[in-house]
Structure formats: structure tokens, C-alpha cells
T-cell receptor, first 114, second 114 residues
Framework: DAGVTQSPTHLIKTRGQQVTLRCSPK?????VSWYQQALGQGPQFIFQ???????QRGNFPDRFSGHQFPNYSSELNVNALLLGDSALYLC?????????????FGQGTRLTVV | DQQVKQNSPSLSVQEGRISILNCDYT??????FLWYKKYPAEGPTFLIS?????DKNEDGRFTVFLNKSAKHLSLHIVPSQPGDSAVYFC?????????????FGKGTLLTVNP
């Protein structure tokens, strides 16, 4: 049973460009959340998708957008990249009717903006 | 405004001894608390959790204690093993369900010396 998979694992982009990160949730999971982990910080919640809709959003600008597909996989898009967007981007999946909030994380995508 | 705080950036213990990692929170709406472990180049892995209706939860060598009046929780690892060396994140949720975001602390780097 594959866990949460993210692609690519590493990415280098130039300031001002756009980037798309991808996530496949763990089998049986229907909810995908995205987190940004800057160096020396804990993961920060970006947004969560369920039934192809954004259900919750953290304190991130509109440059950050996402999508969830019918097969529950998800994409995170970041437009007009800034140097400060350099971070580890983590995808987490869960089953929305689970009684506990633990989420399963992928290995992350390391984004470097130069 | 950090709602989940891990005030010790690092902790070093001898193999076989007890490791105690601490976490404080400020949001009274948090009712579920989790600990994740993270190795370099991997995503966070769920370790143990506790609901606010309990004050202790145990799983093998890992025990989490919750003091709601002090808004404080701690993770005890006994006995500590070199393979436990990792960054430990405390996280909190304002709901027992999986459809709510996790708020993380900055993490504590645990080093277990042989």
C-alpha cells in the first residue's frame, strides 16, 4: 500500500516564475492538506481540499492556489514566486470521517527560488 | 502569534535514559494533540496523540502527558534509543476530526548518544 507520494522531490525556480507541485494521497484517503515548512520552522498550514473544493485556508496569499481531482490527488500552484517561498512543501492526506486528526505526510518537495 | 510552542530547540540524552520533550499551547479551542517525528529528507511521521478528555496516553516506549490547566503537554521516551534521534514536532487541532488543520510547533531536535 503506497503512502502519500509527492513529485517532484526537488525543484529550482527563478523569482517571478510559477510552480506546480503534485500529491497522491494514501489509498483510502479523501482529504488532502498542504503545508509549508521554512527552515527552522514547523509546518504551516496552507489549505485543505475535500470533494474537489478548498475547505479551509491558512494565512497565505492568493498566489498560492490548489486543486483536487476526482481521484483525490492534488496540486499546489504558486504564482509570481518570491525568494521567501523557498521551503519544503508537504502534502498530508487523511480520511475525512476518521475520528482522529492524524494526517499522513509525504516526503515533501524542496522548492528553491533563486 | 505562535499558538504551539516548543521552547527547547534541542535535547541531548544518553541511550537508555528518559527523553522528555515539552510543548505549550495558548489556544483553548485545541482539543487534540499529536506528536510527529521527522528524519532528514523524509516527511513527518505520526508518533502518538492524545485527546483533551485524557491526561495520559501510552504506546510502547512513548507516553504523552497532557495538563490542560497549564496548557502543557510532554512526550516521554523510555528507554531512549539512538534511532530515536530526529526532530520532534508537537501539533494541535481544534477538532477531533481529520478535516481540520494541524498547528505545529517549531520542533525539538533530539539526539540520543550511544
Amino acid at each position: 500500500d503506497a503512502g502519500v507520494t509527492q513529485s517532484p522531490t526537488h525543484l529550482i525556480k527563478t523569482r517571478g516564475q510559477q510552480v506546480t507541485l503534485r500529491c497522491s494521497p494514501k489509498s483510502g484517503h479523501d482529504t488532502v492538506s498542504w503545508y509549508q515548512q521554512a527552515l527552522g520552522q514547523g509546518p504551516q498550514f496552507i489549505f485543505q481540499y475535500y470533494e474537489e473544493e478548498e475547505r479551509q485556508r491558512g494565512n497565505f496569499p492568493d498566489r498560492f492556489s490548489g486543486h483536487q481531482f476526482p481521484n483525490y490527488s492534488s496540486e499546489l500552484n504558486v504564482n509570481a514566486l518570491l525568494l521567501g517561498d523557498s521551503a519544503l512543501y508537504l502534502c498530508a492526506s487523511s480520511f475525512t470521517w476518521d475520528s482522529s486528526p492524524e494526517a499522513f505526510f509525504g516526503q515533501g518537495t524542496r522548492l528553491t527560488v533563486v | 502569534d505562535q499558538q504551539v510552542k516548543q521552547n527547547s530547540p534541542s535535547l541531548s540524552v544518553q541511550e537508555g535514559r528518559i527523553s522528555i520533550l515539552n510543548c505549550d499551547y495558548t489556544n483553548s479551542m485545541f482539543d487534540y494533540f499529536l506528536w510527529y517525528k521527522k528524519y532528514p529528507a523524509e516527511g513527518p511521521t505520526f508518533l502518538i496523540s492524545i485527546s483533551s478528555i485524557k491526561d495520559k496516553n501510552e504506546d510502547g516506549r512513548f507516553t504523552v502527558f497532557l495538563n490542560k490547566s497549564a496548557k502543557h503537554l510532554s512526550l516521554h521516551i523510555v528507554p531512549s534509543q539512538p534511532g530515536d534521534s530526529a526532530v520532534y514536532f508537537c501539533a494541535a487541532s481544534a477538532s477531533g476530526g481529520s478535516n481540520y488543520k494541524l498547528t505545529f510547533g517549531k520542533g525539538t531536535l533530539l539526539t540520543v548518544n550511544p
